[in-house]
């Protein structure tokens, strides 16, 4: 037992909920609806383990990223500014993505949970409320909640999908929609026309209503009718897109994420930024990702190939799941999540925490590497009780 | 007269303490324009003697420790850094024999700054700090139109303790910057224990941000910490930083700390977690390195110390007064423009410290090695000859 280990058994002592468990309620539990996280109550690895539990790639960000970070870790004794690649270079790289975009209209965060705080903070008000999905990604609630801004949650469609019709109602006064497209936990995404409708909705019946979509998960993407809505955030004064190399690029540890809107737009935002809050090595990593575009296909197609195995893994015996285009997905097990969570714990599976009020019967489990997934499966079929013959016999 | 200074001129005529926490916002401003301008210079190229860093970087075994970090197939960075941020608390707690319970770790001291000022001041509770001073606290503070009180230093470059007392009065929070940024100076050692004690005492629901990220280049004698009294009463914080003797300014991070109640209301703000998982390998690596041997830090400030003794008597020798630096960088009274006196720096491939208004022939210069300040002086020498003929 490693010493880090042994101390953080001692600190949670008898009676405390075992580490295994506090690693499956996942990172958002712990810090993106609590706000802070509780390090003491924090495991360290297990490398037997298998950590599906918080959207995050497995094989980490590819050759050329690292051999950047090589390249540039000299340079950590420089404020961002004075490091080669600066905050500032990366916006100008990230401009050229999208048509139209200058370097003006990117705003680096150190990851995009700050666009969505930011978003919050600079939208939302004592009567301009917080619109999202019951079942979306949580962090702009607990903004919310922190600063005492009023939220509306609207009930998710039958598909679990976010119901854009009533979310768009809803909009209407608003300060700020939260458009988590694709959605997490669900993983489901709506089509490029739908999304437009509801932005040109919004801007013509509620026009000091912002909308923040966020495509953290856009390069899992494989729905044909998906398209990113990096145009409607150039175009429209009141729509922000988030985006993070956290998921795809494979650096959730280095915190690198961004925003794309008018230049209007952009500075409301950054005025609530974090001083260089982007760090060199981050900055280093993207540009050497940037440098390497077939790698990131290379990781959507891996996924997309684990991601399917997964999803026929429980369709095939009778499991319903959402049409999920993420790093992970929304499966109905049938038993709570505590009860799903725990079970595969016990075999060093962690998969995702209670997503209220679906935690009665769903469970939301990440795509890890194809190995970890057959070995996963394996798991899974033990816990939910699926004999290996009786394929199609699960509860539906 | 420049646009700025007479934008500056305009401020003034207002005349009340809050006109001048207006001029300390925009200069905030100012840099970051100047940091956008500055992106087409060859870093390699500069001696930059900006932003105060420190030249010689965290140590060659703390940038093995992240590059090992990034794990056999650099798979680490593909996590989210949760699990990193134990430790460091551990360490941290451990090097200054406290609980963790009294720290709060943050993506540079900057978060801890901001955390400090959403937490204790508001639209009726001022902020309260010196002009000049490091602007964080005060650029934030008017971002979310909280009030301000700004109060110029004393002649000789000093908190005006004085003045701070009474402006302290209703207040929430004051910024005790010691030593200073920008001016390098450090408040007496008895004085300013005896006045803590005191404003405390007037105000009993003050809170004083002591911000120490400079303190390893103290050289006055009797200068201690904060921290020891930061833990006995709850209104007091200690910030401190990697970016500065530690080398490490561009993987932000710095922490708080603090009574147990006080880092708990401190938490509540420090929304999400923007440290990266080599950040929290470097830190922690560089305190495991201190607990075996704390001789990193004190080496560096020795090599910092005889860089500034030779700018500052170079300086002295020329017939320029500065003020009585204390930290990485020294304040100097250039007798020409400060604006002017960067440009023509700059030119000859060196940069020096921004405006600090009102102190409109002051430069804040940051210490490099002895090599980049023997060549510096060498251009200071041919800048300043050139404005003395040019005013004769
Ligand atoms: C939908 C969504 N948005 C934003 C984030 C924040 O990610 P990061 O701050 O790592 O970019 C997450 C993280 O899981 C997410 O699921
Ligand atoms: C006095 C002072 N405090 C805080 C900071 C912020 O530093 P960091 O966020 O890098 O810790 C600085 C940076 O120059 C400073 O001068």
Redesign the pocket.
């Known amino acids: 037992m490693t010493l880090t280990r042994r101390a953080f058994l001692r600190t949670v002592g008898p009676g405390a909920p075992s580490p295994a468990m506090i690693t499956a309620r996942g990172r958002e539990a712990l810090e993106g609806e609590f706000g802070v996280v509780e390090t003491a109550l924090i495991p360290p690895p297990d490398m037997d383990e298998i950590r599906i539990s918080s959207n995050e790639n497995p094989l980490g960000p590819g050759a050329s990223a690292i051999q950047s970070i090589k390249d540039n870790v000299s340079y950590s004794n420089k404020?961002p500014m004075n490091s080669p690649i600066t905050d500032t270079a990366i916006r100008t790289r990230l401009a050229t993505h999208y048509d139209g975009a200058k370097t003006e209209n990117i705003v680096i965060a150190p990851g995009s949970g700050e666009v969505l705080r930011n978003c919050v903070r600079a939208f939302c008000g004592p009567s301009r409320p917080l619109v999202t999905g019951e079942l979306s990604y949580g962090s702009p609630v607990s903004t919310a909640e922190l600063f005492d801004l009023p939220v509306k949650k609207v009930p998710n469609q039958a598909d679990l999908g976010l119901d854009l019709d009533k979310m768009a109602g809803a909009a209407i006064g608003a300060g700020l929609v939260f458009l988590c497209n694709p959605n997490n936990p669900t993983g489901t995404a709506h089509s490029k026309r739908a999304i437009t409708d509801f932005v040109r909705f919004v801007a013509k019946e509620s026009p000091f209503t912002y909308i923040l979509l966020d495509e953290a998960y856009h390069e899992y993407v494989t729905a044909a009718n998906y398209e990113t809505g990096a145009d409607l955030a150039l175009r429209y004064r009141n729509v922000l897109l988030g985006r993070t190399f956290s998921k795809a690029y494979g650096m959730a540890g280095l915190r690198m994420g961004y925003a794309v809107a008018t230049k209007e737009t952009a500075a409301k935002i950054r005025a609530y930024k974090l001083?260089?809050g982007a760090n060199v090595l981050g900055l280093a990593s993207v540009s050497g990702s940037l440098d390497d575009p077939d790698h990131l296909k290379q990781e959507v197609v891996r996924n997309t190939a684990v991601r399917d195995y997964t999803i026929d893994f429980f369709r095939s015996n009778g499991y319903w799941v959402t049409d999920a285009q993420t790093n992970f997905i929304f499966v109905k097990t049938g038993m709570t999540a505590k009860a799903f969570r725990d079970g595969c714990a016990k075999h060093k599976v962690m998969v995702g925490r209670d997503f209220p009020p679906y935690e009665k019967e769903y469970a939301r489990i990440s795509i890890g590497t194809m190995d970890e997934m057959k070995r996963a499966t394996e798991v899974f079929r033990e816990v939910l009780g699926i004999s290996a013959t009786d394929a199609g016999s699960g509860s539906n | 007269m420049s646009q700025s200074r007479r934008n500056f001129m305009k401020t003034m005529g207002v005349g009340a303490a809050g006109a001048y926490a207006a001029t300390l916002i925009s200069t905030r401003k100012q840099e970051s324009i100047a940091f956008a301008a500055e992106t087409g210079i060859p870093v390699d190229e500069v001696i930059n003697l900006a932003?105060?860093e420190n030249p010689m970087g965290p140590g060659q075994p703390v940038l093995d420790t992240v590059i090992e970090s990034l794990g056999t197939h650099g798979e680490t960075p593909g996590r989210y850094p949760f699990m990193k941020a134990g430790p460091l608390d551990d360490a941290i707690a451990a090097k200054w024999n406290v609980k963790k319970e009294n720290v709060l770790v943050?993506?540079?001291?900057?978060?801890?700054?901001v955390n400090a000022t959403q937490t204790y001041t508001s639209n009726s509770h001022a902020l309260v700090g010196s002009l000049p001073?490091?602007e964080?606290c005060f650029g934030y503070a008017a971002t979310v139109g909280h009030k301000t009180k700004a109060v110029p230093l004393t002649s000789d470059y000093k908190m005006d303790l004085d003045h701070t007392f009474y402006a302290c009065k209703g207040a929430g929070m004051l910024f005790y910057?010691n030593?200073?940024?920008?001016v390098a100076s450090l408040v007496d050692p008895a004085e300013g224990a005896e006045f803590i004690k005191r404003v405390l005492k007037m105000n009993k629901d003050l809170r004083i941000l002591v911000?120490e990220?400079?303190i390893d280049y103290v050289t006055t004698p009797g200068h201690k910490t904060m921290m020891k009294e930061a833990l006995e009463d709850p209104r007091i914080i200690v910030?401190r930083?990697?970016?500065?003797a530690y080398g490490m300014?561009g993987l932000?991070?710095?922490y708080a700390i603090a009574h147990e109640d006080t880092i708990k209301e401190l938490a509540k703000y420090n929304m999400g977690n923007s440290i990266s998982v080599l950040t929290y390998a470097a830190a922690t690596a560089a305190l495991a390195r201190d607990a075996k041997d704390p001789s990193f830090i004190t080496n560096e400030s020795q090599r910092n110390t005889e860089a500034r003794s030779f700018t500052r008597k170079w300086f002295h020798d020329h017939g320029y007064k500065d003020t009585d630096a204390q930290a990485n960088f020294m304040f100097v009274d250039v007798k020409m423009p400060v604006e002017d006196f960067q440009a023509a720096c700059r030119a000859e491939g060196l940069r020096v410290g921004r405006p600090f208004p009102p102190l409109w022939t002051h430069c804040r210069i940051s210490i490099g090695t002895m090599d980049e300040m023997q060549r510096a002086v060498k251009i200071f020498d041919k800048v300043l000859s050139a404005a003395k003929a040019q005013a004769a």
């Open positions: 404020y001083t260089f | 932003n105060n943050g993506a540079g001291s900057t978060q801890i700054l001073t490091y964080e910057c030593p200073n940024n920008p911000d990220a400079y910030a930083t990697f970016s500065k300014a932000r991070v710095g």
